[in-house]
């Protein structure tokens, strides 16, 4: 009874100390620009960490007011600069969409994570080198890492097999995505992902690359007819905050949002780990569809040693050597001694 009486006061205790803390945080309301609406990144991550998780933590002192990409009608490619230019604050972004900095691309190289274990090691170890990048070209500081469910290519055409690519137009996020898919033998096509839908059903592309849970959430189950299991990549996405803004910030409120912002990563990966299943049993009406909708019955092709292999091939061969010449000899170096050591590659130009 004593240990019981113990444990609650110090719980008691523990609470009342961390209620008066936040009661000592300045006051602040931070303007947030978020992903797409429609998906559960924004629904389940980004929104109620500003809504509801910080000023829940911070007794009403921390929140953010933010709005979606999708409901602004930006295509992913000026988040970032819009967080440089001081229209947000903070925003939350991916970085195979900041096509113009290979260095950036090195946290999310299509093909290299096999898994999500792989995917969130690789943000980890890679994190000094995307800090660096950010820091002097979009005057930013990350906060945190989290994914989105795996990168599957679906299809409105039979297919058998990756090797069934083969000359099919493929709706591709980014450059990394666009090597592999060339290096299997498709063409790449970059487009919007508020696009791809009516993409597919005018005959723009054959396919597209997207995660298995926002396939469903934005009707690719309804405009195509097959979907490979097989991962090309995790979409990695992080929050940023403008060093502008962070700097100016007083050291209790940094370090509230420090500790906030690694809950939030941690509540990302496990819901986003979480839906990947779900994503596919929703497109393909093979098991329980946790979300509101009528599920697909898209044909689920499950890759054989030869699409792994093939796969492997064009990451290494391709995709590895097409991003080694754009980010240059420096950047290689770091990402081998980083990345390519926890996976056990090494890039070359060559």
């Known amino acids: 009874m004593r240990l019981k009486s113990f444990s609650l006061a110090a719980f008691i205790l523990g609470a009342t100390v961390a209620a008066a803390g936040a009661q000592d945080l300045p006051k602040r309301e931070f303007k947030v620009l ?175 690359i997207t995660g298995t849970m926002p396939g469903f959430k934005a009707g690719w189950h309804e405009v195509v007819t097959h979907v490979i299991n097989m991962p090309v990549g995790f979409t990695v996405s992080f929050t940023a905050v403008s060093l502008a803004v962070w700097n100016k910030l007083d050291d209790k409120t940094k370090a509230f949002l420090t500790a906030e912002a690694k809950k939030m990563e941690d509540k990302g990966w496990k819901i986003s780990e979480g839906e990947n299943s779900a994503g596919l049993a929703c497109t393909t009406g093979k098991g329980t569809c946790p979300e509101s909708g009528k599920p697909g019955k898209l044909v689920l092709v499950e890759p054989t040693k030869e699409d792994i292999a093939l796969r492997e091939k064009a990451m290494q061969d391709v995709v590895l050597k097409r991003w080694a010449k754009r980010c240059g000899a420096e950047c290689v170096a770091k990402w081998n001694e980083t990345v390519g050591k926890l996976v056990g590659l090494t890039a070359s130009g060559s």
């Not at 002192?61 to 990409?69: V, W």
């Not at 600069?81 to 691309?105: C, K, N, Q, S, T």
């Open 34 to 208: 978020g992903t797409w609406s429609n998906l559960s990144t924004f629904q389940k991550i980004e929104q109620p960490f500003w809504t509801e998780d910080l000023p829940k933590a911070s007794n009403g002192r921390i929140s953010g007011q933010i709005k979606s990409q999708s409901e602004l009608g930006l295509k992913g490619q000026e988040l970032m600069r819009m967080l440089r230019l001081g229209v947000f604050e903070f925003a939350h972004a991916l970085p195979i969409y900041i096509a113009e900095d290979a260095v950036v691309e090195g946290v999310d190289i299509a093909g290299v994570a096999k898994d999500f274990a792989t995917a969130r090691k690789v943000t980890e170890v890679y994190a000094a080198q995307m800090d660096e990048v950010m820091s002097k070209k979009y005057g930013a500081k990350l906060l945190n890492y989290y994914p989105f469910p795996a990168q599957v290519i679906y299809c409105n055409a039979p297919i058998k097999s990756v090797a069934d690519l083969k000359g099919k137009k493929v709706r591709v996020q980014g450059t990394s995505q666009g090597d592999i898919v060339e290096a299997l033998g498709g063409i790449a096509v970059t487009i919007a992902f508020a696009e791809v839908v009516p993409a597919l059903q005018r005959g723009t592309v054959e396919c597209g």
